[in-house]
């Protein structure tokens, strides 16, 4: 059985996510990557946009697969970022009966440093 861990920041759009576990300081920042480059896009868009979506569409459904494997193991997460990609995961995750009991929270914010994103991770738990 493993151990559930507290607090989840995790700031993403379509390409990366990074994860920033709320503990003591530093938060370190472990990042997770879509496999859908902008290379293959272009490559898939060549062939036809039916072959690019589908393969964009695939690897989206890996990405956030992967996404959720690391937050089923924390009680509260944070989704940031500037695109609809962490309001895409939310969605996912709400049909997924693993995550009933895990406070799932999805804030807008804009690109950032790695200092800033530490500092939204630690003011928004600290809050609550």
């Known amino acids: 059985m493993t151990t559930v861990k507290k607090n989840l920041g995790i700031w993403m759009d379509h390409s990366n996510a990074h994860l920033m576990e709320f503990t003591t300081d530093p938060i370190e920042t472990k990042i997770v990557s879509s496999k859908f480059t902008h290379e293959e896009r ?3 868009l060549g062939k036809s946009e ?3 979506h589908n393969k964009e569409q695939h690897h989206q459904a890996e990405y956030f697969k992967t996404l959720a494997e690391v937050i089923k193991d924390y009680e509260k997460v944070i989704l940031f970022g500037p695109t609809d990609a962490k309001v ?5 995750l709400k049909t997924d009966h693993r995550f009933a009991k895990t406070k ?25």
């Open 88 to 92: 895409e995961l939310f969605n996912v």
């Open 42 to 44: 272009e490559n898939s």
């Open 104 to 128: 799932i929270e999805v804030k807008q914010s804009d690109k950032m440093t790695e200092n800033q994103k530490h500092a939204f991770v630690r003011e928004y738990f600290s809050k609550s």
């Open 50 to 52: 039916n072959v690019m």
